[in-house]
């Protein structure tokens, strides 16, 4: 199931009209209870569009972090490490605000501006993000 929402935000990723069908795609996939179990495909789904927007925080984010010390982090943490994105490494950020685990979340911004397959754009946003 929750592949074929995902294949319709593909469908939409940079539209005008994606954040209405992010929203609901993001609704139906809570209505179908999946839990824990789809944060791992809605990574892979931004990490194959690493400079879209999908808002601030986005229905993405407000579903993810539902899951927030029950195993987001490492799932998001291996995102990260595989394809860092503009609203991943941002995602990153949030929870390095938090104050748990900073040395973690430093050191894999500074593993982020080392690789060479990584987005000037995305390499800034880690830029600032460890200038705070």
């Known amino acids: 199931m929750i592949e074929d929402f995902i294949k319709e935000m593909e469908e ?7 954040e209405e069908v992010q929203e609901k795609c993001l609704y139906q996939i809570e ?3 999946v839990g824990i179990s789809a944060v791992e495909p809605l990574l892979l789904f931004m990490e194959r569009h690493p400079l879209s927007d999908f808002g601030m925080p986005g229905a993405i984010v407000h579903y993810v ?11 998001l943490i291996a995102s990260v490490t ?5 609203h991943t490494v941002w995602m ?3 929870i390095k605000n938090a104050g748990e685990n900073v040395d973690l979340y430093k050191g894999l911004f500074h593993q982020i501006l080392e690789k060479q397959d990584v987005e ?9 993000f460890l200038s705070k």
């Open 82 to 86: 595989r394809r860092p994105t503009l």
């Open 92 to 94: 990153i950020n949030r």
């Open 12 to 18: 939409r990723i940079d539209r005008d009209d994606f």
């Open 31 to 33: 209505k179908e209870n």
């Open 65 to 75: 972090e539902q899951f927030y010390k029950k195993g987001y982090e490492d799932l």
């Open 120 to 128: 000037e754009e995305i390499k800034n946003s880690v830029k600032e």
